[in-house]
């Protein structure tokens, strides 16, 4: 549960968000409300609408992300594209626990809605390196793209479709396991 203390109009919350997995993805599936007990006062509709459940959703979501390590993910992904402003993470950090942070924090990242990222071919090569792992371990490959990547079953076969489609996958046969097997897990 992420914890926030909210000050709203004259109010003291505290919200408390529960998360789940829902799909594929880390969403809240609770929210717990109350206030100091120095300062109760009843809870009326026009306060929770004040209170902006969506908003507070929000902040928790950022909240979690930047503690597992996802503002640092970002600042060292934009030094490695060039930004001088972040160049110095480069010696200063670990791309281990960048890697770490990065899988940690996904789950609570943005949640995706809008325009897709674009990915470069180093993603697409990473996708196909789990995919073949899965396969040469006796692993269901598309399941383990969905859990190492933290995305859905759909996100996961555009991946490999995509990596197929560059090559860097071979072509499928239905139901026969190997590398680029079509046998991707249960549905």
């Known amino acids: 549960m992420t914890e926030l203390r909210l000050e709203r109009d004259d109010r003291t919350w505290i919200v408390g968000v ?4 829902v799909d594929g993805a880390v969403e809240a599936v609770g929210l717990v409300l109350r206030q100091p007990s120095d300062a109760q006062r009843p809870i009326t509709a026009s306060a929770l609408r004040r209170l902006q459940p969506a908003a507070v959703i929000a902040a ?3 909240q979690r ?11 060292y992904r934009a030094a490695e594209a060039g930004d001088p402003d972040n160049a110095h993470l480069l010696d200063d950090v670990s791309p281990g626990l960048v890697d770490h942070a990065e899988r940690g924090s996904a789950p609570w990242g943005p ?5 897709p990222k674009e990915y470069g071919e180093e993603h697409f090569e990473d996708v196909a390196r789990i995919y073949n792992e ?3 371990s006796g692993r269901y490959p598309l ?16 991946w490999v479709r995509q990596a197929r489609d560059r090559g860097l ?3 499928t046969s239905q139901g026969k396991m190997g590398r680029g097997s079509q046998m991707e897990g249960p549905r």
Do not use: I, K
């Open 65 to 75: 992300y930047e503690a597992l390590g996802g503002s640092m993910v970002e600042a």
């Open 143 to 158: 399941q383990a793209v969905m859990e190492t990547r933290f995305v859905t079953r759909s996100t996961a076969s555009r």
């Open 60 to 62: 928790a979501r950022q």
């Open 134 to 136: 899965a396969v040469d």
């Open 18 to 21: 529960e998360w789940g997995e």
């Open 169 to 171: 996958l071979p072509a």
């Open 111 to 115: 949640n995706g809605r809008g325009r």
